[in-house]
């Protein structure tokens, strides 16, 4: 009786079919996409998106994380069965991760404080005479470098909007309706800020797992977002964070 047991509980660890899948979740905090609320929980667009598509997977959590880019994107590119949002669906990503969405359109300006009348910018040609800030490792990041812009890297969004308004920068790269969470958490007007330029609009926002992640996971992903997206909660959520 023994041994049958044994062999029971051993074809059990080796059948994945009858193992939960897990996963484990990163994020930046990134407004309205990711971010932890006044309680400490994080929530946000995106957050809500894998909440709901774990929850109709029945794939398991082991962990979820709100990290700084830099850490959270080198945790999801080196290790299987993790996820990552929100990730700009641009050619070097697709080869990095699987991406699932759309999660949402995206379009990044360039902003300066509204009292900065000495600031005018037509052009990235214009923008190159002021000091920019930007987050390290982002997509937006490595399109201002390519167009010849030589931006300041900091960790994170907020502290870019901190630098902006203490002088230190003459510009900052952000989605407005992102730009309107942090200036609300640290209480300053929207109106402080000024767009001065579309810098790019050229890309979506997605949700990315890791290239060696388990296909089974891959595909339960890719349904679920499916389903989320047929039956209108997908607007649902976008509106909720985007209007």
């Keep these: 009786m023994r041994q049958i047991i044994k062999i029971i509980a051993l074809l059990i660890i080796a059948n994945p079919i009858n193992a939960q899948e897990r996963i484990t979740v990163w994020a930046e905090n990134f407004p309205p996409y990711g971010y932890k609320d006044e309680a400490g929980k994080i929530v946000g667009l995106s957050t809500d998106v894998v909440q709901c598509i774990v929850m109709d997977s029945g794939i398991g959590i082991d962990a979820w994380i709100i990290a700084p880019w830099a850490r959270a994107y ?7 069965n993790t996820v990552l949002y929100t990730v700009v669906g641009n050619t070097e990503r697709r080869k990095t991760f699987h991406l699932i969405g759309p999660v949402s359109d995206r379009k990044q300006y360039l902003f300066k404080l509204a009292s900065r009348k000495d600031i005018v910018v037509n052009s990235i040609e214009d923008a190159k005479k002021y000091q920019i800030g930007a987050v390290s490792g982002t997509a937006v990041t490595d399109l ?3 167009k010849g812009l030589r931006p300041y890297e900091v960790p994170n969004h907020d502290q870019t909007i901190k630098m902006l308004l203490a002088g230190r920068l003459d510009l900052v790269i952000h989605l407005d309706y992102s730009l309107a969470h942090i200036a609300k958490n640290i209480g300053v007007e929207f109106s402080t800020f000024e767009p001065v330029l579309l810098f790019d609009d050229s890309e979506k926002y997605y949700i990315a797992l890791n290239k060696d992640s388990s296909p089974s ?4 992903f890719r349904r679920s977002f499916k ?17």
Excluded at 74 to 80: A, I, L, V
């Design 227 to 243: 389903k989320l997206e047929d039956s209108g909660e997908l607007t649902k959520i976008q509106q909720k964070y985007l209007q």
């Design 74 to 80: 080198y945790q999801t590119q080196f290790n299987p």
């Design 217 to 220: 996971i891959v595909k339960k």
């Design 144 to 146: 201002i470098l390519s």
